[in-house]
Structures are given as C-alpha cells and as structure tokens.
C-alpha cells in the first residue's frame, strides 16, 4: 500500500546520486579552508603580545559586526581569535548550501516537473519533502564534520572543536528548514531561494545590531539563529545548551513545512501570485529591458549590503595604524605598505570587495542558462530578438550594474575610511580607485559568456574560477602560493590602488581579453543550437 512517506529511500538515494559531486565540493572546500586558515594563524600571530593586539582590535564596533562577538579579551588566545575569525563565516556557508540543497530538490523540482513525474511512482506526498529534509541534514552533519576536523588536525582544543562542527551542523538545518517553508510559500526556486537568502541576511544584520550594542551579545542577538552557536563561547567558556535553540528551531520550521505541503496543490505555492497586466510595456520587449526587470531587485539588494560591509571596514583603517607595531607577523596575513598603511589597507579592503559585483556579474549571465534549460528564452524570440542582440542586450545592462555596484563600494569604502580618520579625501580617492578594478569584475563576467556561448556543459569552470580567484584573494599570501598560480586571476593582475603608481598594460590587456571573450561567447550562442548540452 502506498503511504505518505512511501519511496522516501529511493528519492534519498536519487538526490545523493544527483549531488554526488556538489556534496563532496562543498565539505572538501570546506576542510581545506578551515584547516589553511588555522594553520595560517597559528603561524602568523605565535606571540601572546600579537594575540592580545588582536583581540583589541576584535572588540572594535566595526570588526564585532562582521565576525561576532568577543570573549576572553583579558586572556586572548589562539582558539578565541580562531573563534572569531571563522565562526559566522562558516556558519553562513552551512546556512547558504542548506538553502540551495533544499531549493533544488523541492521547489526547483516542481517547477522543473520532474516531481510530477516521480510521483506518478508509487511514491507518497511527503516523501520528496521527507527525502530533502535527510539529504540537507546529512550534508549539514557532514559540513560540520569537516569543520571539526579542520580545526582538530591542527590541534586546536577538542570539546570547543566539536561544539564548532555541531553549530555549523545545525545552522545548516535550521536555515534548509526555512528553505523548505519558503519553497511551500513560493512558486518558482528563484522566489524560494531569495526568500532563503533573505533570511540569512535578516539574521545577520539582527545578529550584527546586538553584538555592536553588546560586544558579548544584547538581547537583541538572541532573535538571530546566527548568533546561536556564537554564544556556546567557543575556546572560551564552553556552554553546550544554546545549541539546543539551533535544534528547536530547524524541528519547528521542518514541521512547518510539512504541515504546508499538505494544504497545497503540487506545483503551486500557498500564496496566490496578482495577474500581470494585460499588455507589457514597451520596454520588456527589448533583452535589455528584461533583463533590467529581472536583475535589477538582485542586484540593489546586495549593493546596500555590500556598501553597508564597505563603510564598516573602512573604519578599521584607522584602528589598525594604533595595533601594527605589536604584530610582527601581519605581513604573512596581508600585504601592507607600512610606509603608507591606509592607502595600502584600503587598496586590499577594494579588492575583496570587488569580488561581490563579479560573482552578481556571473550570476546575472548565468541565469540565461537557466531560462534556457526551462525553455523561457525561446519564448524572448517571439519579439523579434535573435540570439546575438538577445546575449549582447542582457550583457550589456548587467555590466553596467556590475559597475555601478563597484563604484559604489569604492564609494562606501571611502566613506568608512573618511569616518575613520577624519579625511574627507579619501571618499573621492577610494571611488577614482575603484575604477581600475572594473576590467577584472568584466573578465569574469565575459568569461562566464564566453562559456555559455560555446560550451554550455562547461557552465561549472566558470565557478570553479571564481572559486579560485576568492582563494588566491583571501589565502593566497598565507598559503605561500607561487606567483605563477596567482598570477592566473584578474585581482592579482590589478594595480593595488590608491598608494601604488598605475600601469596601464596589465588593465588594457585584461580589457582586451574580455572583448575577446565576449566576441567569442556571442558569436558561439548564435551559431549553436537553444538548449544545447
């Protein structure tokens, strides 16, 4: 007889053959950051003295909303400042991939049809919902096993390392069960993973406002999930029982979810979506023109997050002038210019924050693979648009935004710095400097059309590039990486701006190797077949 949660073992199964390499890409990445990063800064601050610098500088209002609260700082060690540094970091990529697993394998599967079809099996109503509730525990459960062992094999205290894994472990279900309640609530997986990562930035932001009224943690941190696991005081005073409010929460919301799927009609969501009008305006029928209407939310969204990062990390620039002398060992974490330290520290500030308009930049290209696969795009020639004007169109609009996050960054970062030190001129210097770096957010971003124009199948080496140039970014000087290899990203070719003269020849070439790859992509997605691979 067929059950409600009957065929759950098999659906598990498929969606473990489905993820058999995203699974392992992500706790194997994971490991690896996690056990580098250690190393790294067991290696770079090996004196009491530098442990204490940093840890004062931890308890700055800026540095407490981007990497949590801080304990212990009479007595700083290594573990508190490994607490510090990693924890909300790792716990926001167990709650993004709890959020994309559980999306893929629900409301991306309805909306796909391929639901329909296995439940035309002799397969129950909860056993897709049941199966994605395992698969995302086990991959959460195996996540914060690589983040214990990262920090074991370096030798970092057992019970506090354990307590870190299962805080990752467990924040990952509680945000794959909100996943799951947005994908009941929603009726497409784009809606339902915007809605997942919205609520990791609501938590975030939550967790940031009450950790900067309370270095320690307010009140106010409490209501954010994030701050959970953040308050067992990992290396410092272990307490186990917050934990127990992570476990709650993901029971609750996962039964939640289930109580929706009962009360709703597969490949529909609970809410009922208003009708459009009756005719579109003129400027949808263009590919600039949708492509404006269907980036531009996303893009506005992460440009006020992004700007609010930059304007707080500005304002480290000025604490880290008054800390530099008692830690000898900086200059194995970062490359500074100690002649010139706020020029310097706001050249690498820029370059991290340039990796945000280019990861929106391949994400916005990307997404034309998507509405490929669901057989939109064909729908987009009805207006007369060839495949050349339709790529080059969308293109177009989502560089321009691209830029115009980037300059706003650089914008926002000199605001931070200004605030800092009291030198409004650094708010134009910051923003001229962001310029130089819009050659290497375009070549990621012509490189992702280059491979969707000529090798559709290919799409993951554009991440997996990505992925690249974010570690050679972040670890690359503390990995002690040949030059050879970080040579072959973009950021490591851009002029470390303002402090450093500009050669031009390295950002004419980029630019030409992104015409070059634009060409190439555009010319490929004419010649080729829709819904190639």
């Not at 109503?125 to 459960?141: G, K, N």
């Given at each position: 007889?067929t059950?409600q949660?009957?065929?759950?073992?098999?659906?598990?199964?498929?969606?473990?053959?489905?993820?058999?390499f995203?699974?392992?890409?992500?706790?194997?990445?994971?490991f690896?950051?996690?056990w580098?990063?250690?190393?790294?800064?067991?290696?770079?601050?090996?004196d009491?003295?530098s442990?204490?610098?940093r840890?004062?500088l931890?308890?700055?209002?800026?540095?407490?909303?981007?990497?949590?609260?801080?304990?212990?700082?009479?007595?700083?060690?290594?573990?508190?400042?490994?607490a510090?540094?990693l924890s909300?970091?790792?716990?926001?990529?167990?709650?993004v991939?709890?959020?994309?697993?559980m999306?893929?394998?629900?409301?991306?599967?309805?909306e796909?049809?391929r639901?329909?079809?296995?439940r035309?099996?002799?397969?129950?109503?909860?056993?897709?919902?049941?199966?994605s509730?395992?698969?995302?525990?086990?991959?959460?459960?195996?996540?914060?096993?690589?983040?214990?062992?990262?920090?074991?094999?370096?030798?970092m205290r057992?019970?506090?390392s354990?307590a870190?894994g299962?805080?990752?472990?467990?924040?990952?279900m509680?945000?794959?069960?909100?996943?799951?309640v947005?994908?009941?609530?929603?009726?497409?997986?784009?809606?339902?993973?915007?809605?997942?990562i919205?609520?990791?930035?609501?938590?975030?932001?939550?967790?940031?406002?009450?950790?900067?009224i309370d270095?320690?943690?307010?009140?106010l941190?409490?209501?954010?999930?994030?701050?959970?696991p953040?308050?067992?005081?990992?290396?410092?005073?272990?307490?186990?029982?917050?934990?127990?409010?992570?476990?709650v929460?993901?029971?609750?919301?996962?039964?939640?979810?289930?109580?929706?799927?009962?009360?709703?009609?597969?490949?529909?969501?609970?809410?009922h979506?208003?009708?459009?009008?009756a005719?579109?305006?003129a400027?949808?029928?263009?590919?600039?023109?949708?492509?404006?209407r269907?980036?531009?939310?996303?893009?506005?969204?992460?440009?006020?997050?992004?700007?609010?990062?930059?304007?707080a990390?500005?304002?480290?620039?000025?604490?880290?002038?008054?800390v530099?002398?008692?830690?000898?060992?900086?200059?194995?974490?970062?490359v500074?210019d100690?002649?010139?330290?706020?020029s310097?520290?706001?050249?690498?500030?820029?370059s991290y924050?340039?990796?945000?308009?280019?990861?929106?930049?391949?994400l916005?290209?990307?997404?034309l693979?998507?509405?490929?696969?669901?057989?939109?795009m064909?729908?987009?020639?009805?207006?007369?648009?060839?495949?050349?004007?339709?790529?080059?169109?969308?293109?177009?609009v989502?560089?321009?935004?691209?830029?115009?996050?980037?300059?706003?960054?650089?914008?926002?970062?000199?605001?931070?710095?200004a605030?800092?030190?009291g030198?409004?001129?650094?708010?134009?210097?910051?923003?001229?400097?962001s310029?130089?770096?819009?050659?290497?957010?375009?070549?990621h971003?012509?490189l992702?059309?280059m491979?969707?124009g000529?090798a559709?199948?290919?799409?993951?080496?554009t991440?997996?590039?990505?992925?690249?140039?974010?570690?050679?970014?972040?670890?690359?000087?503390?990995?002690?990486?040949?030059?050879w290899?970080?040579?072959?990203?973009?950021?490591?070719?851009?002029?470390?701006?303002?402090?450093?003269?500009?050669?031009?020849l390295?950002?004419?070439?980029?630019?030409?190797?992104?015409?070059a790859?634009?060409?190439?992509?555009?010319?490929?997605?004419r010649?080729?077949?829709?819904?190639?691979?």
């Amino acid at each position: 007889m067929t059950t409600q949660f009957t065929g759950t073992g098999r659906l598990l199964r498929l969606y473990l053959r489905l993820d058999r390499f995203r699974l392992p890409v992500w706790v194997l990445s994971m490991f690896v950051v996690v056990w580098a990063s250690v190393d790294a800064l067991q290696t770079s601050f090996s004196d009491p003295l530098s442990l204490q610098a940093r840890g004062m500088l931890g308890a700055n209002p800026a540095t407490v909303m981007m990497s949590g609260p801080v304990f212990g700082l009479e007595n700083y060690t290594m573990g508190l400042m490994v607490a510090s540094e990693l924890s909300l970091w790792a716990f926001i990529v167990a709650a993004v991939m709890g959020v994309l697993f559980m999306v893929r394998h629900t409301r991306a599967d309805e909306e796909s049809g391929r639901l329909e079809m296995l439940r035309a099996l002799p397969v129950g109503r909860m056993a897709a919902p049941t199966a994605s509730m395992i698969l995302v525990a086990l991959a959460s459960v195996a996540l914060g096993g690589a983040v214990s062992a990262g920090l074991l094999i370096p030798g970092m205290r057992v019970p506090d390392s354990l307590a870190f894994g299962l805080g990752t472990a467990l924040t990952g279900m509680v945000f794959g069960a909100a996943a799951a309640v947005a994908a009941q609530l929603s009726d497409s997986a784009r809606a339902a993973s915007g809605l997942g990562i919205a609520a990791i930035v609501a938590t975030f932001l939550i967790r940031a406002a009450g950790d900067v009224i309370d270095y320690q943690g307010s009140w106010l941190s409490w209501f954010s999930p994030l701050a959970w696991p953040q308050q067992t005081r990992l290396y410092a005073d272990l307490r186990w029982w917050p934990l127990a409010l992570s476990a709650v929460a993901a029971l609750a919301l996962a039964a939640l979810a289930f109580w929706l799927v009962g009360r709703r009609d597969l490949g529909s969501g609970m809410g009922h979506g208003r009708p459009g009008p009756a005719r579109a305006s003129a400027r949808l029928l263009s590919p600039a023109g949708l492509a404006s209407r269907l980036e531009s939310p996303t893009f506005l969204i992460w440009a006020v997050g992004l700007f609010s990062f930059a304007v707080a990390f500005g304002t480290l620039a000025d604490e880290l002038e008054d800390v530099i002398d008692v830690m000898p060992a900086l200059d194995d974490w970062v490359v500074l210019d100690l002649t010139d330290l706020t020029s310097s520290f706001g050249a690498m500030l820029l370059s991290y924050l340039s990796l945000g308009p280019a990861i929106l930049l391949v994400l916005a290209v990307l997404h034309l693979r998507t509405e490929e696969r669901e057989g939109r795009m064909t729908s987009m020639f009805l207006s007369g648009s060839s495949q050349w004007r339709l790529l080059a169109g969308w293109f177009a609009v989502v560089a321009a935004e691209a830029a115009a996050v980037l300059i706003l960054l650089g914008f926002g970062l000199g605001v931070g710095i200004a605030l800092g030190s009291g030198d409004a001129r650094w708010i134009g210097d910051m923003t001229a400097a962001s310029f130089v770096y819009l050659p290497a957010v375009l070549l990621h971003g012509t490189l992702a059309v280059m491979v969707f124009g000529l090798a559709p199948r290919l799409i993951a080496f554009t991440w997996f590039y990505l992925a690249w140039a974010i570690l050679v970014l972040f670890l690359g000087e503390l990995l002690r990486l040949p030059d050879w290899a970080r040579s072959t990203t973009p950021v490591w070719h851009t002029p470390a701006v303002p402090g450093t003269e500009v050669d031009p020849l390295p950002l004419i070439i980029m630019t030409l190797l992104a015409l070059a790859f634009l060409v190439l992509g555009l010319v490929g997605f004419r010649r080729r077949d829709l819904v190639e691979g």
